[in-house]
């Protein structure tokens, strides 16, 4: 008892018991929803921070709604109704496996394929745009400021001005 009321009262101090748990799905791709609410909660692999949300008991555990995932061919895996979290790491981890008697696995794995290059487009797509702002940034802090002078000077019986920029 004393060491549950240490590792409490350690998680309150450092990190106000704070948590978080990322719902694996294998093949990646699986829808995930609460199962008891049918809220979705996003596709596989997503992380879920629950901060201080869910109750911390007295053994030291965490405890959240069960899931289910859904893979595009109708096949589904679900968890426990409540799902129960143990240890001290407040990052967790949690993988639902399609069954392998479920039918149209090829229709899943070629979605998880499609979602695995889409993922790898947007990267490069980012990084372009990182590159496009350093370069950006880089061409303004190099430009220098253009500077006009100008000059009077006598011509006939008036006076004209010349400008110089620089």
Not at 112 to 127: D, E, F, G, R, Y
């Amino acid at each position: 008892m004393r060491n549950i009321l240490s590792i409490m009262i350690f998680c309150i101090i450092i990190s106000g018991c704070s948590y978080s748990l990322t719902y694996h799905s294998q093949p990646p791709g699986a829808l995930i929803k609460y199962t008891e609410n049918g809220n979705v909660i996003g596709m596989a692999p997503i992380n879920v921070d629950y901060g201080n949300d869910p109750q911390f008991k007295s053994d030291g555990c965490y405890r959240v709604a069960g899931v289910t995932a859904t893979w595009v061919s109708g096949a589904q895996a679900k968890t426990e109704k409540i799902i129960t979290l143990c240890g001290s790491p407040q990052e967790y981890y949690i993988t639902l496996s399609r069954p392998s008697d479920a039918l149209d696995l090829e229709k899943d794995m070629n979605f998880s394929i499609q979602l695995q290059n889409n993922a790898l487009l947007q990267q490069q797509v980012n990084q372009q745009k990182q590159l496009n702002a350093i370069q950006m940034f880089n061409a303004l802090q190099s430009a220098k400021p253009k500077t006009t002078t100008g000059t009077v000077m006598p011509f006939g019986d008036g006076l004209i001005y010349q400008e110089t920029t620089r």
